[in-house]
């Protein structure tokens, strides 16, 4: 993981300044900061200022400052061509905050300065002090946040919100698309990864079984059809083992003796989340899949952290260049 610069001024580390939401919900905020934020949203009270959490700009000037509070929305950005001047950053599996994941920097990190994206804090608890020195002109937020948050944001400027589930992320792209009057080049991107998808299944001509599990903290993680991986996963025409196929949420715990539920015809995994590696146990080298030598480390961000067309992009190689044709 890289964490972008922070400016002069604000060499603070997000690790060592946690944000925290009293600081800036009730009368904690100051006055100096509650004339800034009046100021950002056009010297409007806050009950005047634009309130919409889904908005489309087509047709209209088009957003320049941006600032993305959550999973997908960089990718989604970036893949569009713009860079945003302010990011939420996430909590990681195992629980300390991460920066632009590696796999976001090999893809745009030559085409883009990603480190001249200021950080505003976590996702979840962002700076919204700092969010309003930045002077956006869109807040991109999602549907889950906290609505005191949400009412905060919305007095600096214009705040559109995604769904924020990972089994949305397709959904999510339209959003944020319209949000930046992009929606025909989103539209033709992800027409071109599911065409992509759609014409291995074709060529390969086979439905291979593929099992996903991952590390959160102490846990295992087994990843469901209703998540980024599963999805590429039915994109691209391959199935899943029987104890993986539930909907009911995107993932289920798996304990260390069910470990055989892991065997797949290919098996794609990550435990850099905090979790112990299942890979030095017995039951693991006993599976099928293993002994085959069909086992893969894959990227945890890409793969079980992120939601968007550049990591399902991501993944959709990865089992390319595995499964072949």
Known sequence: MKLPTLASGQQSSIMNRPVTRRAFLGGSVGVAA?????????????????????????GDEQPTRIVALNTGHLDHLLLLGIVPVGLGVATSANGDPSGIPDYIYDR?????????????????EPDVEKIATLEPDLILSN?????????????????????G????????????ADAVGKREEADDLLAAYEKNASDWADERGNAAVVSLVRGRNEEYILTGP??????????????????????????????????????????FYSFDGGAESLTDSASWRNLEVVK???????????W?????????????DDLKDRIGS
């Open 165 to 176: 589930g990972s089994e949305l992320w397709k959904d999510d792209l339209g959003i944020l």
């Open 292 to 302: 085959d030598g069909n086992a893969y480390a894959v990227d945890m961000d890409a």
């Open 226 to 267: 209703s998540s980024l991986s599963g999805s590429v996963v039915e994109d691209a025409g391959l199935t899943r083992p029987e104890g993986q196929q539930f909907t009911d949420t995107a993932n289920h715990d798996l304990s260390v003796e069910n470990t055989d539920q892991l065997d797949a015809d290919y098996l």
């Open 34 to 58: 509650l004339t800034l934020l009046a100021a950002c949203s056009g010297g409007e009270d806050a009950d005047s200022a634009d309130t919409s959490t889904s908005s489309s700009t087509e």
């Open 304 to 316: 079980f952290l992120n939601a968007s067309l550049v990591a399902a992009e991501y993944i959709l």
């Open 143 to 163: 549907d889950r946040a906290d609505e005191a948050l949400l009412t905060q944001l919305r007095a600096i400027t214009t705040v559109v919100t995604t769904n």
């Open 108 to 124: 745009f990190g030559d085409a883009f300065d990603l480190d001249a994206i200021e950080l505003v804090g976590l996702r979840s």
